[in-house]
Structures are given as structure tokens and as C-alpha cells.
């Protein structure tokens, strides 16, 4: 049986953990409102440009357009975000774990696979499982527009030369703060939209100007950059509001110790106290006795 001196150094030590876990949930709390203001401002926009684009593109000529084309799926591109940083629960299980059930659904299609990762907790754990990353970023929560702009403009390149068929995002989709859903958002090549269950929308209530293929070449790159974007901003949310969760739950959970740690030592207490008042009292007794 443990000390009493134990028992309160386990206190203490408790303590100071509960404190680290609420600095840690108030911290992730604010940060959680500043980027969740950023993404619910972008998703209007976002939605709009999607069913936009995925209207005006009902009906072309795909040929002509390189990112709406679809051509047989051979070599297909993922691209994996996660965090860079632990304490968030189930956030980049979830993910990796959708992510590499991917990765042997295509390669039991005999489709070629080529793995791409954001965040240092995806590299490592396909690092660690020996599967060939073509290329990694870090540092998620510090990537910018410009930088996303940059990482589309590769995935664009590398679709338009045909050295992908598919290009698809496994992320972490913010939907409350307490349900973060992994999704798989294909997003090359551009699918027509589904409204009202049918394909397509009404096109005659767009107007092209200066022509229709002068829009389209403008808007598709602009596409797959806002979507790349989103999915980012989707997963920084999502990754703070899950470490916001799991700092909470940790909180009430070093409460809990705390409290079955002093009833541990109050009865211990007690029980030596007890053992202390025998001994004198058995003492007294045998003096008397003499």
C-alpha cells in the first residue's frame, strides 16, 4: 500500500497536469475561433464557385478543358492531411486509418498510387509503414493561401501532363465542434454537380463573358486552389476543436483522479491514526496492568 507521503506527491503531481490540460484547452479554444470565423466565411463562396463551375462545365467539350477530361484510372495522386501534433484525440488516427485503407483498396485494383502528405503525424506514420511519400509539407497551421496556391498549381501540372488520372484529398471535414467526419473529396477530375438529383443545372442563367472557354480556363485553376484551401482550413479547424475536446476531457479526468486519490488518502490517514490511538491505548493498558 502506497505512502501517505506517496499519495499526496501523486496529488500534486495530478494537479499540476490538470492545470497544463486546462492552459491547453483554453489555448486550442481561441485559436479555434479564429479559424473557424476564416472557414465559415469561406464556405459560401466556396459552395457557390463549386456549383458555378461544375454548371458551366456540364455539357462542354471536356477535351478541350484538361482538368474536366476523365480518363481511365490508372495513376491515382492522395494527398493526406493531418496535424503536426499530437494531444487531438482520435483527429489523425481516424485519418490515417481511412487514408491507408484507401491506399489497398486501389493497389488491390492494380491502380498505381502516389502518396502525398501534409502535417508531420501523416509522414511519419507512412514513413513508418514503408510507403513511398512523392512529397510532404510540415507546419500546416502556418500555411497560407499563397502556399496552397503553390501546392494546386502542382497538383494542376501534374494532372494536365497526364501523370495522374485522380487526384483525391483524405482530410478531416469540420462539421460541429464535437463531430469532425473524415471525407475523401475527389477533386480532380471536376465532377458535374448533383441538383435535385440530376446532373447539371440550369446553364442558360449564366451569361459568358468575354466566352464561355475564356471563363472556364480562369475559373477551373482557381477551383482546385479555393477547394485545396478549404480542405486545409476544414482540417485546422477540425484539429483544434478535437485537441480543444480532448484537453477538456483530460481536465475533468485529472478531477476525477484527484478526488479518488484524497478519499485514498483520507482512508490512510485514518487507518494510521487508528493504528496510533491502538498502540497508546495498548500501551496505557499494559502500564496500568504492571
Do not use: H
Request: charged share 25%; glycine share 6%; net charge positive.
Amino acid at each position: 500500500m502506497p505512502s501517505l507521503r506517496d499519495i499526496r506527491k501523486r496529488i500534486t503531481s495530478v494537479k499540476n497536469t490538470g492545470k497544463i490540460t486546462k492552459a491547453m484547452q483554453m489555448v486550442s479554444a481561441a485559436k479555434l475561433r479564429k479559424v473557424q470565423n476564416v472557414l465559415l466565411m469561406a464556405r459560401p463562396y466556396s459552395d457557390r464557385l463549386y456549383e458555378m463551375i461544375a454548371e458551366l462545365s456540364d455539357g462542354v467539350e471536356k477535351e478541350n478543358y484538361p482538368l474536366l477530361s476523365i480518363r481511365p484510372r490508372k495513376n491515382v495522386e492522395v494527398l493526406v492531411i493531418t496535424s503536426d501534433k499530437g494531444l487531438c484525440g482520435a483527429y489523425n488516427t481516424n485519418v490515417m486509418k481511412n487514408a491507408q485503407s484507401m491506399l489497398r483498396e486501389l493497389k488491390n485494383e492494380s491502380v498505381g498510387v502516389t502518396l502525398i502528405t501534409m502535417g508531420k503525424k501523416a509522414k511519419e506514420f507512412f514513413t513508418r509503414l514503408g510507403e513511398p511519400i512523392k512529397q510532404s509539407w510540415v507546419d500546416v497551421a502556418a500555411l497560407s493561401y499563397p502556399d496552397v496556391q503553390g501546392i494546386a498549381g502542382g497538383i494542376i501540372d501534374a494532372y494536365t501532363e497526364g501523370k495522374v488520372d485522380e487526384f483525391t484529398v483524405v482530410y478531416n471535414e469540420f462539421k460541429t465542434v464535437l463531430v469532425q467526419s473524415v471525407r475523401r473529396l475527389k477533386l480532380l477530375p471536376i465532377e458535374p454537380v448533383v441538383v435535385d438529383g440530376k446532373k447539371g443545372g440550369d446553364k442558360e442563367m449564366f451569361l459568358c463573358e468575354p466566352s464561355e472557354t475564356a471563363v472556364l480556363t480562369r475559373l477551373l485553376p482557381k477551383y482546385v486552389e479555393n477547394q485545396t484551401y478549404r480542405t486545409v482550413l476544414d482540417s485546422k479547424v477540425s484539429e483544434e476543436a478535437a485537441r480543444m475536446v480532448a484537453m477538456e476531457n483530460a481536465t475533468n479526468n485529472t478531477r476525477d483522479l484527484i478526488t479518488s486519490l484524497t478519499l485514498q488518502y483520507n482512508k490512510a490517514r485514518q487507518a494510521a491514526i487508528t493504528l496510533e490511538l491502538m498502540d497508546i491505548v495498548g500501551g496505557a493498558a499494559a502500564i496500568s496492568e504492571g
